[in-house]
Nanobody
Framework: QVQLVESGGGLVQAGGSLRLSCAAS????????MGWFRQASGKEREFVAA????????YYSDSVKGRFTISRENGKNTVNLQMNSLEPEDTAVYYC????????????????WGQGTQVTVSS
């Protein structure tokens, strides 16, 4: 059974930083892309960042580019999201996702999802 478990969420003041981690189990995701999405209250789930299977290519939404950094540790089957210069607009539940195919997409058409971790940024 595939499992993605996020950790590292919490409450932070605007301008602060948080580091999210996602641990994958049940299969090896080192050959496939992994990503992060978020869903604010009352809004649709949206793409945040993704990373190719070897970690060479990274993708970011315009709203987080330059502030967030995605990385992966294939030996540990984990993917991380370093979030700096956080803004109240970043408040959301953040979800880890994985795909069964090599192509990265920014839609929610991913195959596996974690339960999510809450990130709250106070002004």
């Amino acid at each position: 059974q595939v499992q993605l478990v996020e950790s590292g969420g919490g409450l932070v003041q605007a301008g602060g930083s948080l580091r999210l981690s996602c641990a994958a189990s049940g299969r090896t995701f080192s050959s496939y892309p992994m990503g992060w999405f978020r869903q604010a209250s009352g809004k649709e789930r949206e793409f945040v960042a993704a990373i190719s299977w070897r970690g060479i290519n990274t993708y970011y939404s315009d709203s987080v580019k330059g502030r967030f950094t995605i990385s992966r540790e294939n030996g540990k089957n984990t993917v991380n999201l370093q979030m700096n210069s956080l803004e109240p607009e970043d408040t959301a539940v953040y979800y880890c996702a994985a795909r069964n195919t090599l192509r990265v997409v920014t839609t929610t058409n991913w195959d596996y999802w974690g339960q999510g971790t809450q990130v709250t940024v106070s002004s």
